[in-house]
Every structure is written in C-alpha cells, then in structure tokens.
C-alpha cells in the first residue's frame, strides 16, 4: 500500500539556518511527490511538486526539494529559514495514475524557527 | 483566478445531526477531492468528483456522501453525527489532468 513517512514530527531551527526536512514514500510506479504548508488555521498551499525530469525541484518561497528513488525519499530544504516559515509541513504522494485526485499525505512536521 | 472557496468557514453541530459542507473549485477545473484532517489521523482522502461522478473514494464510512453538479460546485454531507467527527474538511480542486490540487481555507466542523 502507498504511504508516506515524515520522521520528524517537529523541528526547530534559528532564523537564517538551514533547513532540510524528511520524506520517504512507499510507492510502486514512479510517484507524483508534492511538498504543502500549512499555517494555523489555513488550508494547504503547495510548495512545489515533482512528476518526472530533473530530479532537483525548486518551489515557491525559496524552497526546493530533491528526489532520490534509490531512497525512495523526497526531501525538502531551504538555505536560510526566516521566521515566517514557522508553519506545518505535509509530504504527499498522487495515490494512482496521473488523472485521479487523491493524495495520500505524511503526518506532517511542524517547523518552529527561533529568532 | 479565485481560489477555492469553501463555506460555511466554521460549524458547530450536536451528535446525530447531519451537515453540508459546500466547496466551489477554480474556475474550469472540474476535479473535487475532499479531505479530513484531526490531529489524530491528520490528513485523510474522502473521495474525489469528476465530471459530476465519484471517481475514487476513501475509507470511510457511508454517513460520509458527496456530490457534484455541473458547474463543479462540491457539496460533502455527513449524517448522524458523531463526536469523532469533529474536524477540518478540506477541499481541493484541480484540472482535468489532476497533477496539482489546489486547496481551500477548509471548514471547521465541531460536533458536541
């Protein structure tokens, strides 16, 4: 069955440091591999997504993520984190062929980001 | 474009009641997914219109119904309710080849 693992349930980093947040996926074919964040009380805003091609992603908001199927992870970073990141984070993966709509999601991982 | 608007914002209903939850997706897209999310079980699919028929479906039990019309509009409805199902109900939208959902802000259902 698909599934999403994000291992860190939450994660602090200081203002201007790095970020690199985990995913791994449990899926048969090649996956569709979609980075959202959410903010208190908001719905979900998509980061960036990956299909096919480069395996490097860059997304909104200056983060950019990297799949690597060998690992069957798709992690997402950004260089130097500002305070208005503090949100919770959702790794999900396109459940079936590209024309259907469901997304099976990770638990998410809530990044707190100290001045 | 607007994005995906979703109404009623917040809800408050008592055990065996039964509410509608509507969803209106981005202009032309024809794709609806619905979703719960609780801090327990986080985020879980519902199900998924096209076209005015479901075309997948989550594991839920059949107190959980949704339809679509032609304009794509979305309504979701959830009878006799229970306290578990307090929640918030996302819903997204996307085009014909659904490779991205955009979400709505979600309506949060609170069952006393």
């Known amino acids: 069955a698909q599934s999403v693992t994000q291992p860190d349930i939450h994660i602090t980093v200081s203002e201007g440091a790095s970020l690199e947040l985990r995913c791994n996926y449990s899926?048969?074919?090649?996956?569709?591999l979609f980075w959202y964040v959410q903010s208190p009380g908001q719905g979900l805003q998509l980061l960036l997504k990956y299909f096919s091609g480069d395996t490097l992603v860059q997304g909104i908001k200056g983060f950019e993520a990297e799949f690597k199927r060998s690992q069957s992870s798709f992690n997402l970073r950004k260089p130097s984190v500002h305070w208005s990141d503090a949100a919770e984070y959702f790794c999900a993966v396109g459940a079936g062929s590209s024309n259907t709509g469901k997304l099976i999601f990770g638990q998410g991982t809530t990044l707190q980001v100290k001045p | 474009k607007a994005g995906v608007t979703q109404t009623p914002r917040y809800l408050i209903k008592t055990r065996g009641q039964q509410v509608t939850l509507s969803c209106s997706p981005i202009?032309?897209?024809?794709?609806v997914s619905w979703y719960q999310q609780t801090p327990g079980q986080g985020l879980q699919f519902l199900f998924e219109y096209f076209s005015e028929t479901q075309r997948n479906k989550g594991n839920f039990p059949g107190r959980f119904s949704g339809r679509q019309f032609s304009n794509s509009r979305s309504e979701m409805n959830v009878s006799t309710l229970e306290l578990g199902d307090s929640a918030l109900y996302l819903c997204?939208?996307?085009?014909?080849?659904?490779?991205?959902?955009?979400f709505g802000p979600g309506t949060r259902l609170l069952v006393l």
């Open positions: 202009s032309g897209h024809r794709s």
């Open positions: 997204a939208s996307s085009g014909d080849r659904v490779e991205t959902q955009y």
């Open positions: 899926y048969g074919a090649t996956p569709y």
